[in-house]
């Protein structure tokens, strides 16, 4: 692993309006890493990713891409941040007027300026690897949610991210569906990819994460291993949490 | 958001007080610097310019030759002979009855002529030729109440029906004690509430009550007992102000007409024509009347409903926009339009901007329509938008793509589907509402159900006509448009 950190976040804010979701949060995501961000509902986790990728802006505070100011960014860097950090959907949110190819295609032809031979060809080889070659040219609403959300990891693969964001990516999914997402998933931290991964599967943040990051009222509460934050943690929200996960 | 409120409250202002410079600037401009080239101009031009409201027989009326309609009457014939005079060419501009004498106010036409009786008030904003015929006032009655109603005393404290704005009008209202008086815009229409007593006398000029009464049987006709002043009764043609070398000029063809009593021949002659129309008044007799006015509908239709989504589409993407000026521009655009009636941005366009630009009615008509449906498509297209799930454009900003191309490949054609069946339902209104067209003379179906009325002397039929012919052409479109609906969606 490489020493110099991919992602910084340093005394980051947000609100809306007068609700302040996100208090403070300071972390560090090296390349390479898998970090599980685990929180009860409304701790502002989906806030948080989606202020690393400018989806959303923070109201104070910095998020370092690469050591640099994210907020700070022109059009160009930005589309090149969003180029580099991919983001997967609880709701899968695939283009459903553009068939399964169609939506792997458009970014790497519109921003990357890809060849539609390469561009295909390359959207091939990725459903491919999600195992979803032959739903190539269907609409996305034919598709069941497993396979929906493959596609959307393959369609954010398209774009080559060096990272990327996952915000609850099987919530949406019936359990006999969650498995094949996982599996997906698990691979490609294997393959060495950066994910920060928004879950609430304890069984996948205890055997690909890295870190465990535990959120709840806009702060970051608890950061440790999976092991160590599973077994014995520090903080009292966090103890309260894990131990309601652990016994549903 | 108060920013916000005040930037779009400044914009409206500032439109508002572009269009009050336009009319209130416009004219001082004209009356101080402008010398009496009235005449010259025509003369360079090589034509005179008629405008003229032609439901109005024998003054001026349509008939159609060989499936080709044109205007023929007294006054057509006198103008003929004035521009032969004056040796130009002749262009006939027609309109309805209260445009005429806007459109020479404002340069449209040089001359209104349309049996116009030259009172004091209307001196007061155009010049006046000489009276050119003087028929009199007459007052048409049913035939059954030819025993009823033997004067102008008899009328008294009974329902007077005349023309809105014209001297019939007006003489009813101060001179017969106690008399309703009901103004309608088409004689048309007023011998219509004759014939079904909702009025119980029609004010009336001569030579056009007789024309009834000769071709329609159920009518009758007395003379007025008016004691007028002549200069106001008779018809003279109306210039613009300050046009005096025009009026001498005009004023000669007249005395000359005036001395060889051309008059009556002219009469004569529009009496024939109104014999050859009403040997028929089958509405299959005037079907090419309808067609043209089909023919009009349509294009004006088609061509707006193009340009609004044109237009419609440009506004609702400046609404979308970062820049908060095109944002503003787009909202107070919006609000204008959606607040002023059609009928008065039509009448804007072709008179308002015609001081600029001299726009032909149909042009005008098609601009102001379009105008006018691009604020609704800006609404539609809007909401079209707005019903896209948030989750899209998230999704595609996440992949790097630029906003436009979001909007141009996830969001609009998604929007589509909803965007659709309302476009369609503005289409088919589109196609009703631009009838009012035909205020500024634009031969739309409208306008040409108003020729037929006043040549057949039939006031329901053609209105029952045009009412299938209406419902025809939108309960196809609404079929069309069903039929794309449905193919969309099963694309999807
Ligand atoms: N656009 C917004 N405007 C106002 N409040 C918002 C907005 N987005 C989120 N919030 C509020 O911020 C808080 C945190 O939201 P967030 O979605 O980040 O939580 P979360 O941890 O992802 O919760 P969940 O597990 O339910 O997804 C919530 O109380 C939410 O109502
Ligand atoms: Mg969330």
């Not at chain 1, 609409?139 to 369609?155: F, T």
């Not at chain 2, 209130?24 to 310019?49: C, E, F, M, N, W």
Request: proline residues 3%; glycine residues 8%.
């Amino acid at each position: 692993m490489q020493d110099k950190p991919l992602v910084e976040v340093k005394k980051l804010k947000k609100s809306y309006g007068d609700t302040e979701v996100l208090k403070e949060i300071n972390g560090t995501v090296m390349p390479g890493q898998v970090i599980c961000v685990i929180g009860p509902s409304g701790a502002g986790k989906s806030t948080f990713l989606r202020c690393l990728n400018m989806l959303e802006t923070p109201t104070a505070g910095q998020v370092l891409f690469e050591g640099k100011d994210t907020q700070k960014f022109s059009e160009e860097e930005l589309t090149t941040l969003r180029e580099r950090m991919g983001m997967v959907f609880q709701s899968f949110n695939l283009f459903p007027n553009l068939t399964v190819l169609e939506n792997l295609k458009l970014a790497p032809i519109r921003v990357k300026k890809m060849s539609d031979k390469d561009a295909e060809e390359k959207a091939l080889a990725l459903l491919k690897r999600v195992g979803l070659d032959e739903k190539a040219n269907v609409y996305p609403s034919s598709l069941s949610g497993g396979q929906a959300q493959r596609v959307a990891i393959a369609r954010a693969l398209a774009m080559d991210p060096e990272c990327l964001l996952f915000d609850e990516p099987t919530s949406a999914l019936d359990p006999e569906m969650v498995g094949e997402v996982l599996a997906v998933m698990k691979e490609l931290a294997e393959d060495g990819m950066t994910m920060v991964v928004v879950t609430h599967e304890m069984g996948f943040a205890r055997e690909v994460a890295n870190e465990v990051w535990f959120m709840a009222d806009g702060y970051l509460l608890e950061k440790n291993k999976p092991d160590e934050i599973f077994s014995n943690p520090q903080n009292a929200r966090t103890k309260d949490f894990i131990s309601k996960i652990i016994n549903s | 958001m108060k920013v916000k409120g005040r930037n779009v409250l400044l914009t409206i202002m500032t439109l508002c007080l572009s269009l009050l410079f336009l009319f209130t600037v416009q004219p001082t401009h004209h009356t101080v610097y402008a010398a009496d080239d009235s005449l010259q101009k025509i003369k360079d031009r090589g034509k005179i310019v008629m405008a003229t409201s032609p439901d109005y027989p024998p003054y001026e009326f349509q008939v159609s030759k060989n499936g080709k309609s044109r205007i023929v009457g007294m006054d057509v014939d006198i103008m003929k002979q004035v521009a032969k005079d004056l040796g130009v060419k002749l262009e006939i501009k027609s309109m309805s009855y209260d445009s005429v004498l806007v459109a020479v106010e404002t340069g449209k036409a040089d001359v209104a002529m349309s049996g116009i009786n030259p009172t004091a008030k209307r001196r007061q904003s155009v010049d006046f030729s000489e009276i050119y015929y003087n028929g009199g006032q007459s007052f048409l009655i049913n035939k059954t109440d030819v025993g009823k109603y033997k004067n102008k005393a008899a009328l008294a404290h009974k329902k007077i029906g005349a023309q809105t704005g014209t001297l019939q009008y007006n003489l009813a209202k101060s001179k017969i004690p106690g008399a309703t008086v009901k103004g309608m815009d088409k004689n048309t229409d007023l011998v219509l509430a004759l014939k079904t007593h909702k009025i119980d006398a029609l004010g009336i000029e001569t030579p056009s009550a007789e024309a009834y009464v000769k071709n329609d049987h159920d009518l009758a006709m007395i003379k007025s007992g008016y004691k007028l002043n002549k200069n106001e009764t008779g018809s003279a043609m109306a210039f613009k102000k300050g046009s005096g070398t025009l009026a001498a000029a005009v004023n000669k063809s007249i005395d000359k007409i005036k001395a060889k009593h051309l008059t009556t021949q002219y009469l004569a002659d529009a009496g024939k024509y109104m014999k050859v129309n009403t040997n028929n008044t089958s509405m299959f007799h005037y079907w090419t009347y309808f067609a043209k006015g089909i023919e009009y509908t349509l294009i004006i239709s088609a061509i707006s409903v193009v340009l609004g989504v044109l237009l419609g589409t440009i506004l609702a993407l400046m609404r979308f926009s970062r820049s908060k000026i095109l944002k503003a521009i787009s909202v107070a655009y919006v609000e204008f339009v959606r607040g002023t009636p059609l009928m008065v941005q039509v009448m804007f366009v072709y008179f308002g901007i015609g001081i600029i630009v001299n726009l032909p009615a149909l042009l005008s008509g098609i601009i102001a329509v379009s105008l006018n449906s691009g604020a609704y498509v800006e609404e539609i297209i809007r909401g079209g938008i707005n019903s896209v799930d948030k989750g899209q454009t998230e999704a595609s900003a996440s992949l790097g793509l630029a906003k436009g191309d979001t909007m141009r490949f996830v969001v609009l054609p998604q929007a589509l589907k909803n965007i659709w069946p309302a476009l369609g339902n503005e289409f088919v209104s589109l196609i009703k509402e631009s009838s009012i067209v035909s205020i500024i003379g634009v031969t739309d179906l409208i306008y040409q159900l108003n020729i037929v009325r006043a040549d057949t002397y039939r006031g329901v039929m053609p209105v029952f006509v045009a009412m299938i012919i209406y419902f025809v052409i939108t309960f196809i479109l609404t079929r069309v448009l069903n039929y794309a609906e449905g193919r969309m969606k099963h694309a999807r």
